[in-house]
């Protein structure tokens, strides 16, 4: 052994021997060793620690890679950001057969349980055998609870969107009068709650076809609809007659007024079409009759009043006459500048819009009077569901046009109703110009014409859709045909319902 330097006695001292460089053959036993120790072999550094026997770390270890081991033992905390493998023994979590937090849980998968669910409260879907509530079940706007059901509601087209309805289901249908509840039957569709069957009607013209989903029954005459079994909100349309045109530039007539909505069919409804009104019946210069006005249309309790006729012209010595009063009204004669009819409906109405309980229907036009002369009296056109009929003027000189109707889908197709009768015009010559034009829905055009110089006739209103007829042009020497008025078209009440 050789000693650079020793800083003590000699080698039996206790105290500190200091060694710049110690060279040993043989083994240096200590109680402790300090200092680095990278340089010792057969020891592990401290990159990367291995050993055989059990290992006791009296402070913390740090890893930041993956710790794989048979097992450790540890009596204080171990921390990572996560672990893997099984858990079945740890102690003081939950394990998968009982879970319990009291934190909100999320879990981003299905959850099977075979047993009983106990919650304060569950969200989402929720698929099980039973479901035992001490307060409410809620979904959306629908609920269960001990004394109650609240099932929410929806509109129609909401409740026909649920395409593979379940029979049994049950909505409460907002849209349907004031609020319906039904029921889902399959083939037998939505039926009322309450109903003791499903519903079947009869009588009219029926139609399974044109509007599809739906029964449709159009009554073009008298008759009834009779309820065979059930009870059902149904939807009418009811149209009253329309009204005749007046004679010798007469006044276009009136539309029958025009009635919408939905009533609930539980016994038979009578129905009665009421009849388009005739048109004057012309005769000598200025003698000619008044027309007549439309027939009134009714649908059980709902009654739509038929359209006022179109006024007459006459000589001084006889007034010429107003246009008359009906669901619209008619045209004024062109003379004197009579005024048109009043009508009864209300104004203000849209397309398929639900009616008020009198109707939609409009005033008629005024006629005109030129001064000085003998050609461009013209009448008033008559009042149709949607617009008045117009007012004539001295410019162009010509009949007045009837107001236009309003469309209605009812029979699964837009159909226009109720429009007024277009207006007559002396002339001077029978030109295509000078009548009047009919509303849309149904309204007859104007006549035209004066003396020798020949004449269009006025038209008549379509059939079931109660049109004002179209009014007169002049009296001529052919006889009284150039100052016939045209015919009201008659009325209509159509029944429609989901199947």
């Known amino acids: 052994m050789s000693f650079t330097k020793v800083s003590v006695a000699g080698i039996g001292t206790t105290g500190t021997i200091t060694f710049t460089n110690v060279n040993v053959a043989g083994v240096i036993t200590a109680t402790s060793f300090s200092g680095s120790g990278a340089n010792l072999?057969?020891?592990?550094?401290?990159?990367?620690?291995?050993?055989?026997?059990?290992?006791t770390f009296l402070q913390s270890v740090n890893v930041?890679?993956?710790?794989?081991?048979?097992?450790?033992?540890?009596?204080?905390?171990?921390?990572?950001?996560?672990?893997?493998?099984?858990?079945a023994n740890l102690t003081g979590v939950a394990n998968t057969d009982n879970i319990r937090t009291n934190t909100n849980a999320t879990f981003l998968?299905?959850?099977?349980?075979?047993?009983?669910?106990?919650?304060?409260?569950?969200?989402?879907?929720?698929?099980?055998?039973?479901?035992?509530?001490?307060?409410?079940?809620?979904?959306?706007?629908?609920?269960?609870?001990?004394?109650?059901?609240?099932?929410?509601?929806?509109?129609?087209?909401?409740r026909n969107a649920g395409?593979?309805?379940?029979?049994?289901?049950?909505?409460?249908?907002?849209?349907?009068?004031?609020?319906?509840?039904?029921?889902?039957?399959?083939?037998?569709?939505?039926?009322?709650?309450?109903?003791?069957?499903?519903?079947?009607?009869?009588?009219?013209?029926?139609?399974?076809v044109s509007r599809p989903g739906y029964k449709v029954h159009t009554f073009t005459s008298p008759g009834t609809l009779t309820i065979v079994s059930g009870s059902k909100t149904v939807e009418y349309l009811v149209v009253g007659g329309g009204g005749g045109g007046g004679s010798q530039h007469g006044g276009g007539g009136g539309a029958g007024a025009l009635n919408y909505g939905t009533v609930n069919a539980i016994t038979p409804l009578s129905v009665t079409v009421g009849a388009g009104g005739a048109g004057s019946s012309g005769g000598s210069n200025g003698g000619s009759p008044a027309a007549s006005s439309g027939?009134?249309?009714?649908?059980?309790?709902?009654?739509?009043?038929?359209g006022g006729r179109g006024g007459n012209y006459a000589p001084s010595n006889t007034p010429s006459q107003p246009g008359g009063p009906g669901g619209s009204g008619g045209g004024g004669g062109g003379l004197a500048t009579q005024p048109g009819g009043t009508g009864s409906g209300d104004t203000g109405g849209t397309a398929d819009s639900t009616s008020p309980s009198n109707g939609w229907g409009n005033d008629g036009?005024?006629?005109?009077?030129?001064?000085?002369?003998?050609?461009?009296?013209?009448?008033?056109?008559?009042?149709?569901?949607?617009?008045?009929?117009?007012?004539?003027?001295?410019?162009?000189?010509?009949?007045?046009?009837?107001?236009?109707?309003?469309?209605?889908?009812?029979?699964?197709?837009?159909?226009?109703?109720?429009?007024?009768?277009?207006?007559?015009?002396?002339?001077?010559?029978p030109s295509s110009g000078k009548q009047g034009l009919a509303g849309s829905g149904g309204g007859g055009i104007g006549g035209v014409g004066i003396g020798n110089?020949?004449?269009?006739?006025?038209?008549?209103?379509?059939?079931?859709?109660?049109?004002?007829?179209?009014?007169?042009?002049?009296?001529?020497?052919?006889?009284?045909?150039?100052?016939?008025?045209?015919?009201g078209g008659s009325g209509v009440v159509i029944v429609a319902y989901q199947i």
């Open 453 to 487: 110089d020949g004449y269009i006739a006025a038209g008549n209103g379509t059939a079931n859709t109660g049109g004002g007829g179209g009014g007169a042009g002049a009296w001529g020497p052919s006889g009284p045909a150039p100052s016939l008025g045209g015919t």
């Open 163 to 208: 395409v593979g309805t379940a029979v049994g289901t049950i909505a409460f249908v907002t849209d349907r009068g004031d609020g319906t509840l039904q029921i889902y039957t399959g083939l037998g569709g939505w039926i009322d709650a309450g109903s003791n069957s499903v519903f079947e009607a009869t009588g009219g013209t029926e139609s399974t």
């Open 41 to 55: 072999t057969g020891v592990a550094s401290t990159d990367n620690i291995r050993t055989n026997t059990n290992a």
């Open 365 to 429: 036009g005024s006629g005109y009077n030129p001064v000085g002369g003998e050609v461009d009296f013209s009448g008033g056109g008559g009042g149709g569901a949607s617009a008045v009929g117009q007012n004539a003027t001295s410019s162009p000189g010509k009949g007045a046009n009837g107001g236009n109707g309003l469309p209605y889908s009812i029979t699964g197709v837009g159909v226009t109703y109720a429009g007024g009768g277009g207006a007559g015009c002396n002339g001077p010559a």
């Open 64 to 87: 930041t890679g993956i710790v794989t081991a048979a097992g450790v033992n540890a009596s204080g905390v171990i921390t990572a950001t996560s672990f893997s493998g099984s858990g």
């Open 109 to 158: 998968q299905n959850i099977n349980v075979t047993g009983v669910v106990t919650a304060a409260s569950l969200s989402g879907n929720v698929n099980a055998g039973v479901v035992t509530a001490t307060s409410s079940i809620v979904v959306g706007n629908s609920f269960v609870k001990a004394t109650s059901i609240g099932i929410g509601t929806t509109t129609t087209a909401g």
């Open 295 to 306: 027939a009134d249309t009714v649908f059980g309790s709902v009654t739509s009043p038929g």
